[in-house]
């Protein structure tokens, strides 16, 4: 029908409103490609996060100016660092390491416990006292049969919708028209690509997948 639906649990608290911003924004990225022929509105992973955590951020943002959540909301901007930047890499250190070691024969529980205990020393360091040991066990990206390796798309988006609310702030009118047809020809470019046809910028060195 061409609607994009949202499945989601809302419980009134700050983080459930921006994780409804984050699906939102992915509805919304799906909406501006209704139209558009199958093999075009196909984008790959690397996109499939740009709109979503640039609806966050956005949110973020906006809630900042007010006196009486700007504290939270410097808060939440700090865990959604760490998040992108440090959890969903040891996501994919993880998960990179375990599809090696299972092409070898079964993975125990032991050789599985090991690999993460490693991937989140490597990130994380000292500055936890404890390892998330349950990760592998509840985290449905690690089930994705259809994509594999679903983690750091996130990073990406993260990383984008840093650029993006940059952008914004200088002219957020201009920003709308070119960030709108950004998303419309993400199943049609890559990243690299898409940044540096719409806002003419883009380190050579970066690959985003």
């Not at 679903?150 to 990406?156: H, I, L």
Request: hydrophobic share 35%; net charge positive.
């Amino acid at each position: 029908f061409k609607q994009p639906r949202i499945f989601t649990t809302y419980m009134n608290t700050l983080s459930h409103l921006i994780q409804q911003a984050h699906e939102l924004g992915h509805a919304w990225h799906y909406y501006l490609m209704r139209d558009l022929p199958v093999l075009s509105a196909n984008f790959p992973m690397s996109l499939a996060e740009s709109a979503s955590t640039f609806n966050e951020t956005l949110l973020r943002n906006e809630l900042k100016k007010d006196d009486s959540l700007r504290v939270e909301i410097l808060w939440q901007e700090l865990k959604s660092a760490a998040n992108f930047l440090l959890h969903i890499s040891v996501r994919y250190e993880f998960e990179t390491s375990f599809l090696k070691l299972r092409q070898k024969g079964q993975v125990s529980k032991k050789d599985a416990s090991d690999l993460l205990k490693q991937a989140w020393d490597k990130f994380y360091k000292d500055s936890t006292s404890d390892v998330e040991e349950f990760l592998p066990y509840f985290k449905p990206h690690f089930y994705k049969t259809d994509n594999y390796i679903y983690n750091y798309p996130y990073s990406v988006g993260y990383l984008l919708s840093q650029f993006f609310l940059s952008e914004f702030k200088k002219d957020e009118v201009k920003f709308y028209k070119i960030y709108k047809q950004f998303l419309i020809e993400c199943g049609t470019k890559s990243v690299e690509e898409l940044v540096k046809k719409h806002f003419k910028k883009i380190r050579q060195s970066a690959n985003f997948g």
